[in-house]
């Protein structure tokens, strides 16, 4: 057994210090003040009241640790925002420094430590952006990333849009984009006008060309409709994630001026039920890992329908049983994902540094129990910890490498 704080990691720094940086750099929570008087710690103070934020518990439970410092089998993180390097410079004590193409140097050292193959970046555009991320990026580091192009959605209102679209996808794909990235704002805020005239529905007709060409082209669709269902309720003492929503109050999206989660996720859905010859990718496990039962419905309907884990391991790892049989029956369409953000810092669940991707090595691999989903003091996206699924040598393989290598004409491993 192995102690989780102070052990060397990848990178040279240790865990605990990159978990001091990231207790110093993430969102405070102003909550109920304690009742403590100056100088002495709400936390010594028995019978007294204790601010959420400086509740810290440590569990006191004895049980085996397999900590996996790196994955059984190569990896591809399907899921990555990897060029936020371009515009989130490290600062002196961040886990990344220097100049962009140190940053990746870093990002390709630790992937190497990691037993990652290959990463996925999601954050991109059809324009400049894209451009700049193959040539110092995708050209450079020859197989280690890929990335997505995300469609322009200006203009919409333009005659012979929906074909200039699907001819903008075909130029990415020519220019050496290798799939289609499809942000949240699509169905959720994005308007006719940009920022105001009616919603524009994820279903809407004038996007049937695009998603048709995707299909064509052999390019997967990479798809991120709604999110959790406690940031479609409202934010009060009932809900699950308040912390989390307290540190990012713009993540709630309850109240009219919002669609419902349902109708996001069945107009998605209709999506995929329409172009069967497409393959979408449907992220955070489709949005719904709150309901693996209805996740694996759709899965079962749609044969073109796949998804992907990334920063959901606090929701598949607090029902292991349910996720375990989750991931038995659908082991062919479920791909590695992180969401992994370089200098993150204030989501420490989707964080780029090694210890972010161990909780997943961890969680698919070993059987441990009550362990944490973020390398963060406090868990992020809710307090509780998680357990372990133990997957077997086979379906390890689809999930880390081989259902995302299919897709994106890769070989598999
Ligand atoms: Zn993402």
New binding site residues.
Partial sequence: MRKHDGREVPGGTTAASRRAFLASAGGAVALVSGCSRPGESPAETAGARLDLQEFQPKSMLVVEEHLVPRARFPVIDA?T?VAHVFNRPGTPDSPLRGSPAEQFDQIVRWMDELNIELMVN?TSDAGERLERILSEVVNKYNGRFLTCVVPSFANLRESGYPARQAEEIARAKERGAAAIKIYKSFGLTLRENGKDGPLVKIDDPRFDPMWEEAGKLGMPVFI?TADPDAFFTPVDRFNERWEELANHPDWSFYGDQFPSKPELLAARNRVIERHPKTQFVC?HVANHPENLDEVSSWLDRYANMHCEI?ARLGELGRQPRRARRFFEQHQDRILFGT?ASPNGVSTPQQILIPEMYQCYFRFLETLDEYFDYAPAPVPPQGRWRIYGIGLPDDILKKVYHNNAARLLGLKAV
């Fill in positions: 899921h925002h999601f991120h992220l990334g969401d």
